[in-house]
């Protein structure tokens, strides 16, 4: 029954009327960019055609506000260039950026949350939202030094916005995290993906397309999935990831695996092309945790279910 029900607009409009506290954070940016909607009601990329669609999401980075922060001044230069270059390249691969220890004891945290039931898997092999459950976890997200970082590339005040943990690779055919976690303006969001095993070829690596951020940003109405007034889109997934493979046929670019030891963390833009390769060896795991980071004056939805982003905390 529920399963039926998600393809109406009004389904969403009603559980998102009792969560205004975890919607209120998106009423000042509303008015803000003039968009006349209530906080529950259903929102997609139609709502701002009107508006600038510059892609404001892409610029010279500043070596001086760089150099204010912490983390950039006192890391080695391999590092300090793979920064320099996030505008370029769509993202950052920074290594060892967590020690060993600190890698060990949030895989420790995790074995626990999982054994005392405080987390479970998701969506098959997705933990969610372990940051709620963890204060270990919760000060990795919320480090000062990361989120100034954060705020640097993305040219404004970041906040953290969810966790995914991983036991195993996703094995998720290559998208754009814009399709399931939007903002206007767009590019409003960032991704950290934090090495928790040594990543092998056959334990699942992720891959990326260098530059991809670079093309044109791809939505429902981009494949016929606007649906209607009363109901979201019907496309499958598979149609989604079925478009993204003919733009990568297209674009001519190319894709690169990820070669990562325990502590790196990898940096992404919002509409990086990226996914995950397959965990072809399942007697060894491949532990990883995912942030994703909202800016703070952005409006953030969901494009594909047409319905505003629950924010579990607000944006601060």
């Not at 920074?94 to 890698?103: D, E, F, G, N």
Request: net charge positive; with cysteine.
């Amino acid at each position: 029954m529920i399963h039926f029900l998600r393809k109406y607009k009004i389904f969403y409009s009603i559980y998102n009327f009792f969560n205004y506290k975890k919607l209120k954070y998106n009423i000042a940016n509303y008015k803000k960019y003039g968009i006349k909607k209530h906080y529950f009601s259903s929102i997609s990329s139609l709502d701002f055609v009107s508006l600038p669609q510059n892609r404001t999401d892409i610029f010279e980075l500043n070596p001086i506000h760089l150099e204010t922060n912490e983390y950039y001044k006192n890391t080695t230069l391999e590092n300090k260039i793979s920064i320099q270059k996030f505008q370029e390249n769509g993202y950052s691969l920074l290594k060892s950026y967590l020690t060993i220890p600190q890698v060990t004891a949030i895989n420790n945290e995790i074995d626990e949350l999982l054994k005392s039931k405080k987390v479970n898997f998701r969506y098959k092999n997705k933990i969610m939202f372990a940051i709620h459950a963890s204060k270990l976890l919760n000060s990795i997200g919320q480090d000062e030094q990361l989120l100034h970082l954060l705020t640097i590339l993305l040219n404004g005040k970041v906040s953290l916005f969810q966790s995914i943990n991983f036991i195993n690779g996703s094995e998720q055919a290559t998208h754009s995290d814009s399709i399931h976690m939007t903002t206007y303006p767009l590019g409003g969001l960032v991704g950290v993906w934090i090495a928790l095993d040594d990543i092998l070829p056959t334990n699942g690596p992720l891959h990326y397309y260098p530059k991809s951020h670079k093309l044109p940003y791809f939505l429902n109405n981009n494949y016929d999935n606007m649906g209607t007034t009363f109901e979201i889109g019907k496309k499958s997934y598979t149609d989604y990831e079925n478009e993204m493979q003919k733009i990568i046929n297209a674009s001519g670019l190319k894709k690169e695996i990820i070669e990562a030891k325990k502590g790196d963390i990898f940096l992404w833009h919002a509409n990086l092309l990226h996914g995950g390769e397959p965990h072809t060896d399942k007697t060894i795991t491949r532990k990883s945790m995912v942030l994703h980071y909202f800016k703070t004056d952005a409006i953030c939805y969901h494009e594909v279910t047409q319905r505003p982003a629950l924010l579990e905390k607000g944006l601060n």
